[in-house]
């Protein structure tokens, strides 16, 4: 594969675009950040014409692929309407209506710009219902880079994240402030007995438990990963 102008666009982009891409996660492609042009249901296409199977589908919301076609014609069809109201409308309603009928835990629904900002929603929230000040998370998992919950992701070395049964809180970048950890508390995953442990010593301050279904990523590699989280299970909820 060539990718020349991509590598063009990367040097271009540095110019103006802070590390020359629009997210951190988008910088680690090699030989250099790829930047693409256009898709075509299951396949992406870069500017130097290469082509790939789209496994990554933005992140998850282009489960259908790129460009179906009754997507992109009520896509047309909302534009020609209005493109933006920062104000109630009817569509917001027929989506949080079709969101409840099909998602089984889902009674009410609050939309939110990114997943950073709905989770900073959810700890406020159980914070503000419970009046406890704790956040129960798990290593390797992602819930956005915002200070109070980028921690223990992604440690950089295994020397920073203590025994597996009580591993250490750890910071995700510079530039966080320390006081982020005394309101979390850091469980390794895909161990309910610790968990319930954990509860039993410290239900008392534990607003919420935050978790991902799977094992995202950890520098811990000593347990074999769960396919789904004890957790989300029915009988659990």
């Keep these: 594969m060539m990718f020349e102008r991509s590598q063009e666009l990367f040097e271009r982009a ?10 951190q996660v988008r910088s680690f492609s090699l030989p250099t950040p790829i930047y693409f042009e256009r898709g075509d249901g299951s396949k992406i ?19 259908l692929g790129h460009c179906p076609g009754p997507v992109v014609e009520a896509v047309r069809a ?14 917001a309603i027929q989506l949080a209506e079709k969101l409840v009928e099909i ?8 939309f939110n710009n990114s997943g950073s900002e709905a989770v900073q929603a959810i700890q406020r929230l159980a914070r503000g219902f419970t009046g ?11 819930h956005g880079w915002y200070d109070n919950i980028y921690i223990s992701h992604l440690p950089e070395a295994l020397s920073m994240i203590g025994l597996e049964n009580a591993p250490w809180p750890v910071l995700g970048t510079a530039g966080q402030p320390e006081s982020v950890l005394q309101d979390i508390v850091v469980l390794g995953w895909n ?14 301050e534990i607003a919420a438990i935050i978790t991902g279904t799977i094992w995202r990523s950890s520098r811990r590699r000593s347990k074999p990963m769960a396919t789904r989280s004890p957790l989300s299970s029915p009988s659990r909820s």
């Design 14 to 23: 540095q110019n103006s675009l802070a590390g020359g891409v629009g997210a």
């Design 45 to 63: 296409y870069d500017v130097d014409g290469n082509e790939y199977i789209d496994y990554l589908l933005a992140y998850g919301p282009l489960i």
């Design 78 to 91: 909302q534009i020609d309407a209005a493109t933006l109201f920062g104000a109630p409308h009817e569509t």
């Design 103 to 110: 998602v089984p835990c889902y009674d009410l629904v609050r």
């Design 132 to 142: 406890k000040p704790k956040i129960l998370k798990f290593e390797g998992h992602y």
């Design 191 to 204: 161990d309910l007995e610790i968990v319930e442990k954990t509860l039993k010593a410290h239900g008392h």
